[in-house]
C-alpha cells in the first residue's frame, strides 16, 4: 500500500509560481512512475505531467509545456511540480499519483495510487 500526501497549493495571482510536493510511503517508490493530474468542478481529470521511476524522462500535457517541470527525490520519496507563469485557467484541485508499472503513463486507469489533492487558485 502507497499512501500519498500533496503539498504546496494555495492562492497565487496570473504570472506567478508555486511548487507543489507529493511525499510517499514505502520503500518502493524509487520503482514506481509518478504523474500529476488536475481536475475542476463537472470535469473529468486531466493530466498535467508524468516521471519515470528514474526521473531521466517526463512529459507533459501540452497545456502546461514550458511553464511546468515535474521532478522527484528517490531518497526523499517525493514527486514535485513546480508551476510558473501560472494562468487563471490552471486554477484546480491537483492530485499526485502513482504507478506500479514503472512507465510514463497519462491516462489516469494507468495509476494505481491517490493522493488526496491540493487546491491551485490563479486569481487574474
Known amino acids: 500500500q502507497v499512501q500519498l500526501v500533496e503539498s504546496g497549493g494555495g492562492l497565487v495571482q496570473a504570472g506567478g509560481s508555486l511548487r507543489l510536493s507529493c511525499a510517499a510511503s514505502g520503500r518502493t517508490f524509487s520503482s514506481y512512475a509518478m504523474g500529476w493530474f488536475r481536475q475542476t468542478p463537472g470535469k473529468e481529470r486531466e493530466f498535467v505531467a508524468a516521471?519515470?521511476?528514474?526521473?531521466?524522462?517526463?512529459y507533459y500535457a501540452d497545456s502546461v509545456k514550458g511553464r511546468f517541470t515535474i521532478s522527484r527525490d528517490n531518497i526523499k520519496n517525493t514527486v514535485y511540480l513546480q508551476m510558473n507563469s501560472l494562468k487563471p485557467e490552471d486554477t484546480a484541485v491537483y492530485y499526485c499519483a502513482a504507478s506500479i508499472r514503472g512507465a510514463l503513463a497519462r491516462a489516469p486507469y494507468e495509476y494505481d495510487y491517490w493522493g488526496q489533492g491540493t487546491q491551485v487558485t490563479v486569481s487574474s
Open positions: 516521471i519515470g521511476w528514474s526521473g531521466s524522462s517526463a
